[in-house]
């Protein structure tokens, strides 16, 4: 069963237990992973993640077995920067019933969920180093060379990577495969650049306070600033969209 963001879950099938379109699983998936879309789910069928069923006239179907698959899938690469080949590997040892320990990024086993440091809860990586991050992007060095000279991948100071830049790697990587080239997400870097300063800006006089509360209060403004720019920015690029091809 899907998990929903209130700690519930739901069942991965439609409501009369009918297969359902990939237009239905995306919706369900997108309540636990919003970023996912249509193009994804067609990439991990490519990938051999997982094998829907097919109409005679080519259309997709998926069953329960199958979006829950997906989502295990994207739990993987989410929460512990594996590759879809490692993903695959270690989900088709389960559906063979075999008792496997969750592999990292290598292949090798490691520890489950929650093991991490002897600490209860999901195991996260604070930061992973560049041979991790050309793994849980599938990219090759020249091209992660190529992202950082452009400044879309940016390393920290000890040459880690945070879990925002996996993600910033995993969709240039995204992007990549439909043609767009560093070069093209230029303007995305230095606009978010700018959205970044604006927020600076209006946080700055909370930051700089010396009551320790107003400071937090200061980091709360800023990502919900953040996030309400992230969706003005996608309904602007929607809106854009729809008066140019109409």
Do not use: C
Not at 78 to 96: G, Q, S, W
């Amino acid at each position: 069963m899907l998990r929903t963001p209130s700690g519930g879950a739901r069942q991965g099938t439609a409501a009369d237990g009918r297969p359902m379109s990939i237009g239905t699983v995306l919706l369900q998936l997108q309540e636990e992973f919003p970023e996912v879309t249509i193009s994804k789910i067609r990439f991990l069928e490519a990938e051999g993640l997982v094998e829907p069923q097919r109409t005679p006239s080519g259309y997709r179907k998926f069953v329960a077995a199958d979006v829950e698959r997906l989502a295990q899938v994207l739990r993987m690469q989410r929460d512990h920067y594996l590759p879809l080949k490692v993903i695959r590997e270690h989900l088709d040892a389960l559906a063979r019933g075999e008792q496997v320990a969750l592999p990292s990024p290598d292949g090798e086993p490691r520890q489950a969920d929650g093991e991490q440091a002897g600490l209860p809860g999901r195991a996260t990586a604070a930061r992973i180093g560049r041979a991790e991050l050309l793994v849980a992007a599938e990219v090759t060095e020249s091209e992660l060379d190529d992202w950082e000279s452009y400044g879309l991948v940016v390393p920290a100071a000890d040459g880690g990577y945070d879990a925002d830049m996996v993600t910033v790697a995993r969709l240039v990587a995204e992007l990549g495969r439909f043609g767009l080239e560093p070069r093209h997400l230029r303007a995305v870097r230095a606009a978010a650049d700018r959205e970044a300063g604006l927020i600076e800006q209006m946080v700055a006089p909370l930051r700089r306070h010396r009551n320790p509360q107003t400071r937090a209060h200061a980091e709360a403004t800023a990502k919900e600033l953040a996030e309400l720019s992230v969706r003005l920015h996608s309904a602007l690029v929607q809106t854009a969209l729809r008066v140019r091809l109409r």
